[in-house]
């Protein structure tokens, strides 16, 4: 088992990214370790320059997830954990697999169509072609499982598509050049959504902070803010049923459940009959005492840069190592001369 996966360096990290991609990493990481499999997790920093960015904070973003990871449980001497940057190799691949990716496949992408709009013409070539540097992201290092949400499966089947696609047109029929990877979608991929508003997601972009938890927030903020969080006057129901149609209560009981590891059923075999006054206090202690421990060392790790700088740099290292011999493949089978 060989795992890859990416995620985009954002800053103002909250509990929906938590939830979402990185506690799925941490869990995934665990299980390679006692089946003898390898993880590879790299922040997409390649990927952030196909939209408009403030090369300042994109330094800064980058640190800042790699803290987040760690402090959420990535163990860099378990886990490769590197930047794309440091690892020139994700950005050869991907102009010689530009030879084997067809314009129509690209068109096709949904992610595209909906960054582009109506306004194709205005984006950066580097939008286009992201899903080509994804590809590349996983094929060289013959990724078999690619962990991503739901979001992400169409540019998951474009990677599998090139390399099958290469395999075919360059490799003798007995010996591919590129393992095809499997998208892995965890199961309950949690949609954590806003705590002012159960029909948005909770977002970094929010103009209210109160619709979020962020990874800085301290034990009293995270209380305050999921005392004010938006419900209804009803009492919770006893099935998750009941919960059809109340967004902000089915927001709360999710998080609950994910937090506390059970179901929402479980969840509410214990709260239902009871109003948000006695549920509030027992989750946001919950998510006190879940997240206590992770923002301490968050907020620690975040302003140690030289150690931040370290950890990219040696899991930069290892992931080079693993690169250059498909890098160096590619090239052979192109026909590219190299000695
Ligand atoms: N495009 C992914 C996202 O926005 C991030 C990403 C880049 C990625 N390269 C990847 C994910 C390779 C999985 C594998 O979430």
Partial sequence: MRIVSGIQPTGNLHLGNYL?????????????????????????DLHAISMPHVPADLSANTREMVAALVACGIDPDHSILFNQAQVPQHAELQWLLNGTARMGWLNRMTQWKDKAGKNREGQSVALFTYPVLQ??????????????GEDQKQHLELARDI????????????????????????????RIMSLRDGSSKMSKSDPSDMSRINMTDDADTIMQKVKKAKTDPEPLPSEKAGLEGRAEANNLVSIYAVMAGTTADDVLAQFGGQGFGSFKPALGELLVEKLAPINARFVELRQDRTALDAILRKGAEKARALAIPTLEKTYDALGLVRR
Avoid at 22 to 29: A, D, G, K, L, Y
Avoid at 135 to 148: E, F, G, K, R, S
């Fill in 135 to 148: 590809a590349a992201d996983v094929l060289i290092y013959q990724a078999t499982h690619v962990p991503v």
């Fill in 20 to 44: 979402g991609a990185i506690r799925n990493w941490v869990s995934m990481q665990d299980d390679a370790a006692a089946s003898g499999g390898e993880c590879l997790y790299f922040l997409a």
């Fill in 163 to 190: 390399a099958q696609k290469f395999n075919n047109d360059f490799c003798a029929e007995d010996a591919p050049l590129f393992t095809l990877p499997a998208p892995f979608i965890p199961p309950e991929a949690a």
